[in-house]
């Protein structure tokens, strides 16, 4: 009987592996941690490990500071501007991976190189653009400047995936008599579905995330999360707990959102990896 094979190597990649996961989870728990400290414990140098957590911090921003109505804000921007973001760029897609026709490569290109302006560049034209159709401070026009840089997202990534469909199926569809439109429906769309979630994600966090164009065209009614979380920040007094807890607090729907589609993530990150 062959004696087992040793491999101590793997020893020192489990080894590398778990300070890797704890150089990533770290900034998450000095997050939530800093949220559960009064100002003065967040402010002890060198830094308190064991203290008592108090939920002072979240109960200001949510019935004091009113962070609760920005993140309704988020909430509506961020599930619109997917929706749109995924209803108007898969179908799109999807014609990009299966027809040819006149100017497909430069309307490919065109979709890509909209991730390519520095949002910085557009954030005074979009401003003057919002105060004169009046859509400042409006849930649309969030979603709509939103709706610019995600449908790319999906553009791009669904494309991909159709296109790693077998054309055969579609064949063999239209010989049964299905329509485009249900064989798009019925059959690459499912299995397109890793794809989709990922690009979903993907336009979720960038909508949930945004700070420079929800400062400026929602200052008021419709002001997000992460716009709140700004205005904590007043001359020399930094509120650490209040800015910890607000941050807690845009963390978790993320978090909730790719665990609910963490099947489908999984599988579409890894996509094109086997062949």
Not at 79 to 90: N, Y
Not at 211 to 230: E, G, Q, S
Request: glycine share 4%; proline share 7%.
């Amino acid at each position: 009987m062959a004696a087992p094979v040793r491999r101590p190597h793997l020893w020192a990649e489990g080894l590398l592996l778990l300070l890797i996961g704890l150089f990533c989870v770290f900034p998450f728990y000095w997050m939530v941690t800093t949220s559960l400290k009064t100002q003065v414990v967040a402010l002890e140098s060198p830094p308190v490990w064991w203290f008592t957590p108090t939920l002072a911090n979240y109960w200001e921003v949510l019935f004091v500071d009113r962070v609760g109505p920005a993140l309704i804000n988020s909430i509506i921007v961020a599930v619109c501007t997917t929706a749109l973001a995924v209803g108007l760029g898969t179908p799109a897609a999807y014609a990009l991976a299966r027809f040819e026709f006149r100017g497909k490569r430069d309307l490919w290109f065109w979709f890509i190189t909209n991730r390519f302006v520095s949002p910085v560049v557009l954030a005074f034209p979009v401003f003057l653009i919002a105060r004169e159709v009046g859509l400042r401070d409006t849930h649309l026009a969030l979603i709509l400047m939103y709706l610019t840089f995600t449908l790319p997202i999906v553009i791009w990534i669904c494309t991909d995936q159709f296109r790693s469909i077998p054309y055969e199926l579609d064949e063999a569809a239209m010989l049964e008599g299905a329509s485009q439109w249900r064989i798009f429906r019925s059959i690459c769309l499912p299995l397109a579905m890793p794809g989709v979630a990922v690009s979903s994600i993907l336009s979720f966090i960038f909508s949930w995330n945004e700070l420079l164009f929800a400062y400026i065209l929602a200052p008021k009614a419709a002001k997000t999360a992460p716009a709140m979380a700004v205005t904590f920040m007043e001359g020399y007094d930094v509120p650490y707990g209040k800015i910890m807890a607000t941050a807690t607090l845009i963390v978790v729907p993320v978090l909730i959102f790719a665990l609910l589609a963490s099947k489908h993530l999984v599988r579409g990150l890894t996509m094109g990896a086997v062949k």
